[in-house]
């Protein structure tokens, strides 16, 4: 028995060497925009797999047994953090028996760590409030420059995996960074003539976007969030968006369009259905995409309605 | 914030304690001066490393913890008022003085910004509360109860381990539902959990009440894995993936010590019981699914206590052995995950129980159906029938349809019609038809949705 042991402890204390030796690094990510920004400096070097698609809500994904055989044989783990994969998650590293992408190991990365988070709470918060993110809100992906902060952090951490390619990872960073930088001036120039632009979104998925792109968020389908559309909260929505004149009404693919519709037809206002993520639509198949498709799905709604005005 | 005021206030105090030493053992005015400057400069120094170091600490803090970085935000005050270095106090609550208590200001050893409860475990509570109308003589329930409230604790016990605990306050008292350690760092991809826990038999087995998608359990659960506790014991548990390249298959053994309700009975220390499982899943599509179970079970019952008069004293000479099979289908569209989707299970149970009286073998099965409606209803059924463990000719069946209603992902009010017909005696049936509702509610952690 101790001799199974003492072989068994062997196995394991080489087994991980071995594998690091040689090989792609595999990274799993909670979501595709995590794994579209992995792409980008990972380049040849790493393969990239998401667990949550992106036109599915990324607060209630299953924790299928399949997405456990990922696990298991991934190197790292990037999360999208700040309890947004809270509800499925931690089951699935907790049997995944791979030590390496358990929280506080070197293959696990929160990407939110340096990005710049909006609402984070202050003061007392309860579940009156609806499902709300103690730790602010998790979207922040969809602000390109939290789009680098979150390249950056990949990067490092896969150089800190594979120091033999640290030079490979840097210049794919640099190389998304000017990438990205001058996409960001593209699409702040495309926005700038609708800034102070009020909206109307179903969740707070836009927060990050709305600011980068100087958009004014003035109410929501959900009352509260998590909580579906309610009667009244949708009467009220309408009055304050007929006050406000507000336009536009920007849906995450997954929610119903039943209530955005009525509201719609009630205020003149268009109801757009926005992929938050990458992957919400066929055609956003990376990370320049979705900010692509969004703002010109946008704008395609602001001409629209700036004729009928 | 409270460490860092401490560490600061620490540090002036002893820049304070030191100066008017090294300052008298001075003469002249400038030599003074100088002095003084001098240990302002270091005291800036000093100040400002500390500041960095504490500020870098707290990030690091925040990034382990996975909480927000201060980033942005000025470094904490670093000089902070000697008062800050003394413990913080607390009144004493209003009417409480002079009621033989303390008085005054009381030391407290625990703010709310101390680090020391960051470590404190994800906490929850569930209420279950049950209600039951119309009439059952066989296995009656009361107008309304409490039935459950579980609290958990759950956390990373350190970088190897993690434990969770489940305790159930029922009517009847206080019950340990589970509470076991889960090594996640063992070699060969082994995951072990030691302590109670819900053994890995079947599917229902393994489920806390308010994961279930009826107010009960099932009556084969009931006839013949132990009752609502099910085959919940104190042991071991290995579970290994078995690689292949097809699909996720799982293998678990378990070792108990051989009490589990009804079903087993432990009368020495061999008297052991096991569980094996093996589970297959496989994903048809991206929406739907197969899960597909094997269960072998087998202990000592107590039949000891029940052998008749004039036969040799039997302890524990008497088995069980429970075989199973479970299926479960289940269809959730990823981009409408949020308002449709059905699930199908069923499960078949076996039991061969040796007894004075010779083996009984006993079986019985569920199907059940649950489909979601929209995004806070779901409407489900299902089919009972099940063999009495100690008399297989007596066969319970039954039926239930059940409607359930979520106001938020942290409560739900059910109501499920069942109408049951047990076999009290061989060709005596008496029929209980019962309206169940229950509401159930959790406060706390965020716990993980069940799969």
Known sequence: ?309 | MGATRFVCASIVAGVMALGPSAAAAQDSPQALRQEIDQLRKDFETLKQQYGDRLTALETKLAAAEGGSPPAGQPPSPVAAPPAQAAPPVAQVPPGAEGAGGPTGALPTYGSAATSSKIFNPDMAVIGDFLGAAGKNDVNPTPAMEMHESELSLQAVVDPYARADFFISFGEEGVDLEEGFLTLTELPGGLLTKVGKMRAAFGKVNTLHNHILTWTDRPLVTQNLVGGEDGIDDAGFSLARLVPNPWFFLEATGQVFRGDSGDLYKSNKRSDLSYVAHLRGYQDITESSNLDLGFSFSHGHNDSNTMAPAGTPESMGDFTTQLYGIDATFRWKPLQRSLYRSFVGRTEYIWSRRDQPTGLQSADGFYVSGDYQLGRRWFAGARFDRSGHARDASLVDTGGSFVITYWPSEFSQVRAQYRRTNYETAPSIVTSANELLFQFQFSIGAHGAHPF
């Open chain 1, 1 to 309: 028995m101790k001799l199974h042991i003492a072989l068994f402890v062997t196995a394991f204390l080489f087994a991980p060497v071995a594998a690091r030796a040689q090989g792609k690094l595999n990274v799993i990510t909670t979501t595709e925009d995590l794994a579209a920004i992995a792409r980008e400096v990972g380049g040849d070097h790493i393969t990239v797999e998401a667990i949550a698609r992106g036109y599915q809500d990324p607060h209630f994904v299953e924790a299928k047994p399949s997405f456990i055989l990922k696990l298991q044989k991934a190197d790292v783990l990037v999360v999208v953090g700040r309890e947004l994969e809270i509800g499925w998650l931690p089951p699935l590293i907790q049997q995944s028996r791979n030590s390496k992408i358990q929280p506080g190991s070197d293959g696990y990365l929160d990407a939110s760590l340096q990005a710049t988070i909006l609402e984070l709470p202050t003061g007392q918060i309860t579940r009156a409030m609806g499902d709300v993110h103690p730790l602010g809100n998790p979207h922040y992906w969809m602000d390109p420059e939290n789009g680098k902060r979150v390249a950056k952090e990949i990067s490092d951490k896969l150089a800190q995996l594979r120091p033999n390619d640290k030079a490979f990872f840097q210049q794919k960073l640099t190389e998304f960074n000017t990438k990205l930088d001058a996409a960001e001036k593209g699409w702040l120039a495309q926005m700038a003539p609708y800034k102070g632009t009020k909206v109307v979104t179903y969740h707070r998925s836009f927060p990050n976007f709305a600011e980068r792109f100087g958009l004014d968020i003035v109410g929501y389908v959900e009352p509260k969030p998590g909580i579906p559309p309610s009667p009244q909260h949708t009467l009220d929505l309408i009055t304050d968006m007929k006050r406000l004149s507000v336009k536009i009404v920007l849906v995450e693919p997954y929610f119903d369009l039943k209530t955005p519709n009525a509201i719609g037809r009630d205020t003149g206002a268009q109801v757009l259905v926005m992929p938050p993520s990458v992957g919400g639509v066929k055609e956003i198949t990376d990370y320049f995409k979705l900010f692509d498709y969004d703002i010109n799905l946008f704008i395609e709604a602001m001409k629209k309605v700036g004729a009928t005005k």
